[in-house]
């Protein structure tokens, strides 16, 4: 028989490799959570520039419907109704995630102060999009831009048959037809838009969030410091290519409704400068939201990146160079890189979204 062949004995003047020092769940600072407050201004100056300097009272004139309007407005209701279904699926699915990340990898505390700043985010947004009290500066219905009277007389057509007798909508209709159907269910969407934003934003700041029980005077709580940052690292990626998904499936959301009763209009001069106004102010919604991308993707990075630095020097110190070398923060000269790249195409993705949407057409009736 043969044996096995006895593990060499340790040496005692081994130096052992430095492990992972254990770490609790992640602790967000409060302080960090003040860059839910950019987003917000960005908002509210965003509304209060179309409500100030914008016109919220258009009135379409001329307004004389096309020969197959019943067919064109039918075409409108289905594409609004799967650029619907298509956002309501990535917001749950991204409401999920976050909430998934919240509650396994933070602190009671963390959650806490986390779940504060989102209330305040979603009761902003809905200011805006639902609520629309009258003390809001400029208060007004986005579908006012466009010219109201057009969606109630273009979309007042189509019928609903939950607003025929015996249907669920039959009370609250008031002989709106479609145009009933598309406020019934983008007040309800912007509910779950809110959430989505708010989790997006809140998800990018947590990752600033330190892990508890470190002690980072202990040189071997070095590697877990490390692989503390790099998830942080992949972590602000992660929510931002999940901002640029979730605000360019709303800019579809959006203009599959702004464009939906211009297609019904029978004068093609007419029609053709309705279009040119959903065109332009597509093109400052996309614009909004990219510096809406911006307000909360640029602070964390930019604090990421000063906590590389600082923790480069310290592993330096320490004669731990390696560990530094593998992370990079925020870094304009990696600008031709291909994570650079995608993160570009992830800040502009809703101006490429409103200016691609600007030059197709939604109906192909017209």
Request: glycine share 6%.
């Amino acid at each position: 028989m043969t044996q096995e062949n006895a593990p060499p004995p340790l040496d005692s003047d081994a130096v052992p490799l430095p492990r992972p020092v254990t770490a609790g769940k992640l602790q967000i600072a409060p302080r960090y959570l003040l860059i839910l407050l950019l987003p917000v201004a960005v908002l509210t100056a965003s509304e209060y520039l179309l409500g100030t300097f914008g016109d919220t009272s258009l009135q379409v004139q001329g307004i004389e419907l096309a020969p197959m309007a019943p067919l064109i407005e039918l075409d409108g209701r289905y594409k609004f109704l799967a650029a619907l279904f298509l956002f309501v699926a990535v917001t749950i699915t991204l409401i999920a995630m976050f909430s998934f990340e919240l509650y396994a990898r933070h602190t009671k505390k963390s959650i806490c102060y986390t779940l504060v700043g989102i209330v305040g985010v979603i009761m902003v947004t809905l200011s805006f999009s639902t609520f629309e009290p009258d003390w809001m500066p400029a208060s007004f219905e986005s579908q006012a831009l466009l010219g109201e009277n057009l969606f109630r007389t273009a979309l007042g057509i189509g019928n609903l048959p939950g607003c025929d007798p015996g249907g669920a909508l039959t009370g609250p209709c008031e002989n709106m037809g479609a145009y009933f159907a598309m406020k019934y269910l983008l007040d309800r969407v912007n509910i779950l838009t809110s959430l989505a934003a708010a989790a997006i934003i809140a998800g990018m700041v947590l990752s600033l969030a330190d892990p508890v029980g470190i002690d980072r005077s202990n040189k071997n709580a070095l590697i877990s410091e490390a692989t503390a940052l790099q998830n942080a690292q992949e972590s602000t990626q992660r929510y931002l290519y999940c901002a640029g998904v979730l605000l360019t499936t709303g800019m579809v959301l959006v203009l599959s409704w702004m464009k939906w009763p211009g297609a019904l209009i029978a004068d093609p001069i007419l029609r053709n400068a309705h279009d040119s106004v959903v065109s332009s102010l597509s093109m400052f919604r996309g614009v909004t939201y990219t510096v809406l991308i911006l307000s909360f993707y640029m602070p964390v990075s930019l604090i990421l990146k000063v906590r590389i630095e600082r923790f480069k020097q310290a592993s330096e110190a320490v004669g731990e160079t390696k560990l530094g070398s593998t992370l990079e923060g925020f870094d304009i000269r990696r600008i031709a890189s291909m994570e650079a790249f995608k993160s570009i195409l992830a800040i502009a993705s809703p101006i490429l979204a409103s200016a691609i949407g600007s030059f197709v057409d939604l109906s192909v009736f017209q």
